[in-house]
């Protein structure tokens, strides 16, 4: 058994102030845990904040022992400035904060994970995330200027998608690529996500092996997620349902669903 936190006979109490709306955590745990945490020789150490729906690298800033307790109190990502020497929180001035929906510590608990919601762009550029230039484009290219979002495959795939979808505005030359001849005919596209729907079914009733299954599965995310950009819905909007609807007991999710 691995013990993460060890357990004094007495740790210091702090923010006594914050019990009345802070209810639900216990100051002592709070201490224990943060006492537990390998700060570097001056008292800080690495905080990545997390989107918790998209798994996307929103920043990097660093905390000490008082951000850290702030932003398990006030659920916003809150961090220290090593230039100013104070606390600041994420959004303060733009208003976009990082709400946060859990901590996590890494296995030499000398770092910390903020995974929360961003209430818009978390870049001072505006950007989503602070991380837009990719070390191997330039390596490729050094004249490349254009900014590339850190997507996984799921979220690279979306803007793929997007783009073929803005495409469409501009002139047509040659046969269009199957992405958009789905963009433009729905008909065509419902087909095609009952069609893989089936086959996916059917890699069950006809016991096929994982490999078909997962095959089969990829044609039907590729297919929704062209209806989804044709709606102009958001991957990041389906998994955030997915996130509040597992979140909650069977009873009540089915009650938040009543008009």
């Not at 929360?116 to 200027?145: M, W």
Request: hydrophobic content about 35%.
């Amino acid at each position: 058994m691995v013990v993460l936190f060890q357990y004094p006979d007495s740790a210091p109490l702090h923010l006594e102030g914050c019990l009345n709306k802070c209810s639900g955590i216990e100051i002592k745990k709070v201490d224990i845990l943060v006492d537990n945490v390998k700060w570097d020789d001056k008292g800080l150490a690495v905080a990545i904040a997390q989107n918790v729906d998209t798994g996307a690298i929103l920043m990097q800033g660093f905390v000490n022992r008082d951000a850290l307790v702030t932003t398990i109190y006030s659920r916003k990502a809150t961090f220290y400035s090593r230039s100013r020497s104070k606390l600041w929180t994420k959004g303060e001035s733009s208003m976009n904060f990082i709400n946060i929906h859990d901590i996590f510590l890494d296995c030499d608990r000398d770092s910390v994970i903020y995974l929360g919601k961003p209430d818009g762009p978390t870049c001072h550029t505006g950007a989503e995330t602070c991380y837009y230039t990719s070390a191997f484009d330039f390596l490729r290219n050094s004249q490349v200027k254009e900014s590339k979002m850190a997507l996984t495959t799921l979220y690279s795939l979306e803007s793929t998608i997007s783009q073929r979808k803005a495409e469409l505005s501009g002139p047509q030359n040659g046969k269009p690529s199957w992405t958009k001849r789905l963009l433009i005919d729905n008909k065509l596209l419902c087909s095609k996500i009952r069609e893989e729907a089936d086959e996916l079914c059917r890699t069950l009733e006809d016991d096929e092996d994982k490999q078909r299954t997962a095959s089969e599965m990829a044609d039907v995310l590729y297919h929704a997620m062209v209806l989804l950009a044709i709606r102009g819905v958001n991957a990041e909007e389906v998994l955030q349902v997915l996130r509040q609807r597992f979140s909650k007991s069977g009873v009540e999710e089915k009650e938040s669903r009543r008009p």
